[in-house]
C-alpha cells in the first residue's frame, strides 16, 4: 500500500485572526496512521502574503522530494492550487493525480498567473473528489472536465465527538437551567451568521422569553457580536463560551443554528457543506442553515432540520419561531437528522469511498 496511493496535505500552522486556533496534530496524525496510504502532512504558514508566497513554494518543493523518492502510482492532494502546484512533477513522470477540492478555495480571485495554474492543475487532474455537487458545479466552472468529477460528502466520527455530562447537569453549571437553547459552533467571523441571529433574537424574546443564544467559538469578530448583542438589547441573551466544551453544548441545546452566508468579495468563502450540521445531527438536535452552497446537501430540509434565505433575519425569525413552539418538530428534525447520520454520513463509510476511488483509479491505470 506504502506505492499505491501516497496522501499529500497540509498544516495550517497560523491562520490570522484566530488566537488559539490549531488543527489538532494528535488527533489528526491518529487519523492518518489508519489510512491503509502514506499521508504526507506539510506546514502551511499563511499568515502574511511574503509567508504564504515562500511557504508554498517551500511545500512544493519538499512535495516534489516525497514524490521523486516514493514513486507512488497515485498521487492523492489533500487541496488543489497552489498546494498541488508539485502535480507538474506527477505529469513528468506519467503519475496520476487526483485533487480533493473543497469550494472556496476555487472562488478565491487569483492573479493572471495564479488562475492559470489553478485551472492547469484542475484540468490535468486524473480526477477530482468534490466534498458536495455545489463544489462539483465550481470545479466544472475553473477548468476541471465533469466526467472526472467523484462528490463525496464529508462525514463525521460520532465516536470522537462524545459528551461525558448529563444534559440537565450541564445546563445547571451553565446557568441554561429552563432555557430554550439556540447554538451555534462556528469561528466568530460575519460569514457564518451569528450577527443575524443576534438581530432576529428581539423579536423571539418576545414570545420566548426563557430564550438563550450561545455562540461558542473563537475569532476576530467577537468584539462586533457583543456591541451588536447591546445595541438590539439582548446582550444578557447571549453567551460566548469560546471552544470549551463543545460535545456538552451540542447535546444540551434545543436548536443548532448557524445561517452561514455566501461571501463573494476578494477573499471569497462559501460553506461548502457544512460538517457541523452533521455533529449537531448526530446528537439528535434539529438544524437550521441557509440555502446557499452545500449547506442544503448537509442540512436536508424537512427532514433533519429547515432552511432559510441566505441574509434574511425576517426568515430566519420565522422559522426559529417554528421550531421554538413546536417542541414535537424539533424532537421529530433531530431524530431524523441523528438516523440519517448514522445511515450516510459515518467516517468508516467516506475511508470506504475514497479508497475505493483510489484503487479503482490504480487499476484502470494498470490495465492502459
Known sequence: SNRICLVIA????????????R??????LERDAESPFPVKRLPLDTSTHVYSLVSFLVFNVRSALYILAR????????LGHPVALSSVLCRLLGIPYVVHAYGSELLRKRGPVGAALRRTILAHATRCTAISNWTKNALIETGADAARISVIHPRIAPDRLQATKDPATFRKEEDLEGKLVLLTVAHLIHRKGQHLVIQALPRLIEKHPNLVYVAAGIGPGRDKLENLAAKCGVLDY?????NRDIAEFFNSCDIFVMPSLYVTELHADIESFGIVYLEANRFGKPVVGARNGGIPEAVADGESGLLVETGSVDDLAAKLDQLLGDASLRERLGAQGRERVFARFTEDSLRHDVEREILNLVSRKEKE
Not at 23 to 28: G, I, P, S
Not at 238 to 242: L, N, T
Open 238 to 242: 447571549v453567551r460566548f463560551p469560546g
Open 71 to 78: 514513486r507512488p502510482k497515485l498521487v492523492y492532494y489533500g
Open 23 to 28: 488543527l489538532d496534530k494528535q488527533e489528526a
Open 10 to 21: 497540509p498544516w495550517k500552522t497560523h491562520r490570522k485572526g484566530f488566537t488559539g486556533f
